[in-house]
């Protein structure tokens, strides 16, 4: 298992910075959130994704693979019945499957909940469609593109491994799986978190999970344990990427990012 950091925990420093702090610390690499490189990153020109893969390489860390996918421009949405609007937000889902390639990346995670609302069974439709797709453009880049099950009730679409587990059968594209939050599995999956791992991992459908307390804070920074969640992946023969994913930096980005790394390393050894 390699540890990586979601980029956007120590998005006030530049880019070479982010890479060069992450790796002192023992990250492998940085999961990026697009908005962090502005508006439209999906679109980013060649030179700037040379910089990126240039201040990577100078530091010795990996773009692991890209998270909050559209979180901008503003206004996206995989389920609208406006089709301009559905449209965009697909062309931004293929354009960060590319980036996440060129950049060296393994995999993506659909999370975005306000941008998957549904209300209608058109609504999901849609969004079936537009995630067909992204499966399509992702195998053909060779990446993994996984859907995440988020909590509600920031999420209306997609809160169990079940529920993701029945739209990766559905779209039956081996580049597209499912994966596992801990804080969403937490509070939405009917077993504990290590036991949700060992009955989804050996079905073949999760790629990918990302470590955040109940409480928003980094592992290590709140009540739930980990100890049984690194059981259950070692257990069950995972070896991807573990990325780290807190909402609230306390007491700021720099500093969680130690106190993570060094907790999850701990329960690693």
């Avoid at 990026?32 to 990577?56: K, V």
């Avoid at 029945?166 to 939050?181: E, Q, S």
Wanted: with cysteine; net charge negative; proline share 5%.
């Amino acid at each position: 298992m390699r540890l990586s950091l979601c980029n956007e925990v120590i998005r006030e420093l530049s880019f070479d910075r982010q890479c060069a702090l992450a790796a002192s610390l023992g990250y492998a690499g940085l999961e990026i959130a697009p908005f962090t490189f502005g508006e439209e990153a999906w679109r980013m020109p060649a030179a700037r994704r040379a910089e990126i893969r240039r201040s990577c390489a100078d530091a010795g860390i990996a773009v692991s693979g890209l998270h909050w996918l559209l979180a901008a421009p503003a206004g996206l949405s995989i389920t609208s019945d406006d089709h301009n609007v559905w449209q965009k937000s697909v062309d931004v889902l293929c354009g960060s499957i590319d980036l996440c390639a060129e950049l060296g990346g393994s995999y993506l995670v659909h999370g975005s909940p306000a941008q998957r609302r549904v209300s209608n069974a058109e609504d999901a439709k849609r969004a079936d469609e537009a995630w067909a797709l992204a499966a399509d453009r992702a195998q053909a880049a060779h990446v993994t593109y996984c859907l995440e099950p988020l909590a509600r009730p920031d999420c209306t679409y997609i809160n169990t491994l079940a529920e993701a587990a029945d739209v990766v059968r559905r779209i039956g594209n081996p580049a597209f799986m499912t994966m596992i939050d801990t804080l969403a599995a937490g509070f939405m999956e009917p077993e504990s978190v290590a036991d949700a791992i060992r009955r989804w991992m050996p079905t073949g459908l999760m790629a990918h999970i990302q470590l955040n307390d109940r409480n928003r804070r980094g592992p290590g920074q709140g009540e739930d344990k980990f100890a049984p969640v690194i059981e259950a992946l070692r257990d069950t023969g995972y070896e991807g990427w573990v990325a780290m994913e807190p909402f609230i930096y306390e007491p700021d980005g720099p500093t969680c990012a130690a106190r993570m790394i060094g907790y999850v390393a701990g329960l690693l050894e």
